[in-house]
């Protein structure tokens, strides 16, 4: 079945510093991709989504790019701040108009100033 | 402004026992979707619902169940709770028209409840 796995957590970066966050997933059909962040106590919110191959999504300076060949939606930005600590989760949503979401394990980010 | 709301935010039961959990949208999505989150896990679909009175089993729906009796509401139901239930629960909507095979649509998380099963 459809899968995607994180990079193991948790990450500790100081501020200002690049961010990487790897993301793989295995899927039949063409699945869209998404990035998940939750802030302490709330519940998950959209930062950014790819629907095709070679799609880059983009949101509050985190980027993510589509690549089928490597089947790969790994997360970055430039220089994270303070306020980038959460936890980020990677997902596909099944192809066929399922709307299902297949959930990575997440990852846990701090920053420290 | 349109949001998803759950309840209780926090719920301590015991094992054997029928909780039932609440979940309520403005949005007026047709979708309606209970996930669960276990550490090392991220979350997994429990059940799903794409319109009035359709509901359907997500990967761990042993043991729950949920019924959509009108848009708004998707209350999960855990018929004899377990230990192994202990956990956060978080609901989630969205607008898509499956008929019309849209991608890529947004769910919209309520900020989740946490269940404890002693």
């Known amino acids: 079945g459809n899968s995607v796995t994180q990079m193991e957590g948790p990450v500790t970066l100081s501020e200002e510093a690049f961010l990487t966050i790897n993301c793989t997933y295995t899927a039949t059909g063409y699945p869209s991709l998404f990035w998940y962040v939750q802030y302490p106590g709330e519940g998950l919110q959209l930062l950014l989504k790819a629907t095709k191959a070679d799609d880059k999504g983009s949101n509050k300076g985190f980027e993510a790019t589509y690549r089928k060949e490597t089947t790969s939606f790994h997360l970055e930005k430039g220089s994270v701040q303070v306020s980038d600590s959460a936890v980020y989760f990677c997902a596909l949503s099944e192809w066929g108009g399922a709307q299902k979401l297949v959930f990575g394990q997440g990852t846990r980010l701090t920053i420290n100033p | 402004d349109a949001e998803i709301t759950q309840s209780p935010r926090h719920k301590i039961t015991e094992t054997g026992r029928q909780v039932t959990l609440a979940c309520h949208q403005t949005w007026n999505h047709n979708n309606m979707f209970w996930y669960r989150q276990d550490l090392g896990h991220g979350l997994r679909l429990i059940h799903y619902?794409?319109?009035?009175?359709?509901?359907n089993k997500g990967e761990v729906s042993d043991g729950y169940s949920v019924s959509r009796s009108n848009t708004e509401d998707l209350p999960l139901t855990l018929e004899s709770a377990a230990s192994s239930q202990t956990s956060v629960y978080f609901c989630?909507?969205?607008?898509?028209?499956?008929?019309?095979?849209?991608?890529?649509?947004?769910?919209?998380f309520g900020p989740g409840t946490r269940l404890t099963v002693l």
């Open positions: 989630a909507s969205s607008e898509s028209n499956i008929r019309e095979w849209q991608l890529g649509d947004e769910q919209f």
């Open positions: 619902s794409y319109g009035v009175q359709d509901t």
